[in-house]
């Protein structure tokens, strides 16, 4: 019996949208073409844009130009998109190679199927390309990135409610998720009124978790250098373990181990190598939000007051000057030809 305090999915008619449909039935006929609208590519959708709109807010504070953050955003979300579905693909081989299967559901993103691990990857490629092209620094749009990214995939996860897919195992507790039959996913043999692991409330819950206590983290020791991205890998490939171990899609296995927990305990490992690394070559604040040579001045000219030091621009050209009076020993420097 269906508990009381259950989570129902959503109806078919909330998880494609017929926009062309709706446009005739209040009186426009002459709109002809059928428009299917997701409501998880709107889900994908709305997560891009809080998580432009929240990395601009934290590359604006840092120095940076506004709004330059679209223009890594025109790199990264491309790759993104193609690098999470083809990890995504490769990782449920089932559900895309086999005798009649369409070989178009590959590209048909909009339907569902997207893997945080594979975007990532291809994201900072991404954003590796945009921080040429813009003149930023890639650690510095990487750790203003990192809330943003939680809670873009926060978004992304309330997608995975509309598809009704990525459940976990059988429960019994009073949140457990409602699942419509038939499901591929759903074991032979489970009663009709069995409910599952709400898998994608857990992470939703947990990424926004993440936000906050990375913007708590940021604000009382100020993590930059690609530190605060370390946290993110950390926070999420924790979590991702878990919520992982109790899903119940089909993935791909190695040493009787989901490929995608593998992948979550890689990206812990990596945040750590991060911190640790960074750590130790940059002991003071970036100067600057733009590597050397590409500065941005607004028209108000605000100097910055912070002090850093010499092991921070060991490398990249940079002299080592306080925030305060780089502007005049910079313009002595020049005079003096030093």
């Given at each position: 019996?269906?508990?009381?305090?259950?989570?129902?999915?959503?109806?078919?008619?909330?998880?494609?949208?017929?926009?062309?449909?709706?446009?005739?039935?209040?009186?426009?006929?002459?709109?002809?073409?059928?428009?299917?609208?997701?409501?998880?590519?709107?889900?994908?959708?709305?997560?891009?844009?809080?998580?432009?709109?929240?990395?601009?807010?934290?590359?604006?504070?840092?120095?940076?130009?506004?709004?330059?953050?679209?223009?890594?955003?025109?790199?990264?979300?491309?790759?993104?998109?193609?690098?999470?579905?083809?990890?995504?693909?490769?990782?449920?081989?089932?559900?895309y190679f086999f005798d009649g299967a369409d070989l178009w559901a590959i590209v048909r993103v909009?339907?569902?199927?997207?893997?945080?691990?594979?975007?990532?990857?291809?994201?900072?490629?991404?954003?590796?390309?945009?921080?040429?092209?813009?003149?930023?620094?890639?650690?510095?749009?990487?750790?203003?990135?990192?809330?943003?990214?939680?809670?873009?995939?926060?978004?992304?996860?309330?997608?995975?409610?509309?598809?009704?897919?990525?459940?976990?195992?059988?429960?019994?507790?009073?949140?457990?998720?409602?699942?419509?039959?038939?499901?591929?996913?759903?074991?032979?043999?489970?009663?009709?009124?069995?409910?599952?692991?709400?898998?994608?409330?857990?992470?939703?819950?947990?990424?926004?978790?993440?936000?906050?206590?990375?913007?708590?983290?940021?604000?009382?020791?100020?993590?930059?250098?690609?530190?605060?991205?370390?946290?993110?890998?950390?926070?999420?490939?924790?979590?991702?373990?878990?919520?992982?171990?109790?899903?119940?899609?089909?993935?791909?296995?190695?040493?009787?181990?989901?490929?995608?927990?593998?992948?979550?305990?890689?990206?812990?490992?990596?945040?750590?190598?991060?911190?640790?690394?960074?750590?130790?070559?940059?002991?003071?604040?970036?100067?600057?939000?733009?590597?050397?040579?590409?500065?941005?001045?607004?028209?108000?000219?605000?100097?910055?007051?912070?002090?850093?030091?010499?092991?921070?621009?060991?490398?990249?050209?940079?002299?080592?000057?306080?925030?305060?009076?780089?502007?005049?020993?910079?313009?002595?420097?020049?005079?003096?030809?030093?």
């Amino acid at each position: 019996m269906i508990l009381p305090l259950s989570i129902p999915s959503p109806p078919d008619e909330w998880r494609v949208f017929n926009l062309g449909q709706w446009l005739r039935d209040i009186g426009l006929t002459w709109f002809g073409f059928d428009v299917n609208i997701y409501a998880y590519a709107l889900c994908i959708l709305a997560g891009i844009i809080v998580a432009a709109w929240l990395t601009n807010r934290r590359l604006v504070a840092r120095g940076a130009e506004p709004w330059l953050t679209l223009d890594v955003v025109l790199f990264a979300v491309p790759l993104g998109i193609i690098g999470g579905r083809i990890y995504h693909v490769l990782t449920h081989p089932g559900d895309y190679f086999f005798d009649g299967a369409d070989l178009w559901a590959i590209v048909r993103v909009w339907e569902g199927g997207m893997a945080i691990f594979g975007a990532l990857i291809g994201g900072a490629i991404g954003v590796w390309i945009g921080c040429r092209v813009t003149g930023l620094r890639f650690w510095t749009f990487a750790d203003a990135l990192a809330p943003g990214l939680l809670l873009a995939q926060a978004f992304g996860r309330l997608g995975n409610w509309f598809n009704q897919e990525l459940f976990g195992l059988p429960t019994d507790l009073p949140w457990g998720l409602e699942i419509d039959r038939p499901n591929s996913a759903i074991p032979i043999g489970l009663p009709e009124d069995t409910l599952f692991h709400p898998t994608f409330l857990y992470e939703i819950i947990w990424n926004l978790a993440g936000v906050a206590v990375m913007l708590l983290l940021d604000a009382r020791i100020r993590m930059q250098w690609g530190k605060l991205l370390g946290v993110y890998l950390i926070w999420y490939g924790v979590g991702r373990s878990v919520f992982e171990t109790i899903r119940l899609d089909p993935s791909e296995l190695f040493l009787g181990i989901r490929v995608n927990v593998w992948a979550a305990w890689a990206a812990v490992v990596v945040g750590l190598v991060i911190i640790i690394v960074q750590s130790r070559r940059h002991t003071g604040l970036e100067p600057s939000p733009y590597v050397p040579g590409r500065e941005w001045t607004p028209e108000a000219g605000v100097d910055s007051q912070d002090v850093y030091t010499d092991s921070d621009d060991e490398g990249n050209g940079a002299p080592a000057v306080s925030g305060a009076t780089g502007q005049a020993a910079a313009t002595s420097g020049s005079s003096a030809g030093s």
